[in-house]
């Protein structure tokens, strides 16, 4: 399904609930195995920082219930602790998405009232924040 650029209102952070490091292949084949058309996230960040690509930003996602159609998604490698080369990354990517899509919000997925998750287990408004980043 097409995801509309002009629909994008949240740039949605989670973490994979893993202790194992894992790549953006390994998430792919993961959501396969739930059924999904592959991996549900448009970005991954592994435990060494690095930036791996998911669904393209055309794709709807498989990420946050009831939103898919109007976010972009982004993994952490990790439970709750992340490496600072992670979060370095993640700080780079949502600079870019939101300069790509200024109108979007970012937060995490714990913070859509539908969801008993915790993912990503961190404050992701309050980190923005002192990043200098406008959530
Ligand atoms: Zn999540």
Redesign the pocket.
């Known amino acids: 399904m097409l995801l509309d650029p002009q629909k994008i209102r949240y740039l ?4 994979s ?1 893993t202790d194992a490091d894992l790549t953006a292949t390994d998430i792919h084949a993961m959501h396969l195995g739930f059924g999904w058309h592959g991996i549900g996230y448009h970005a991954v960040i592994c435990q060494d920082g690095t930036l791996e690509p998911g669904r393209p930003h055309y794709w709807v996602g498989a ?2 219930y009831d939103h898919n159609e109007e976010s972009l ?1 982004v ?1 952490l490698i990790g439970r709750e602790s992340f490496a600072d080369a992670q979060m370095a990354t993640l700080e780079n990517l949502l600079r870019d998405w939101h300069a790509r899509y200024p109108r979007a919000k970012i937060c ?3 913070d859509f009232d539908n ?1 008993e ?1 915790t ?2 287990n961190f404050d992701v408004a309050a980190w923005c924040v002192a990043r200098g980043i406008t959530p």
């Open positions: 949605v952070v989670h973490c609930d990420h946050v998604g993994c995490g997925h714990c969801t998750k993912c990503p």
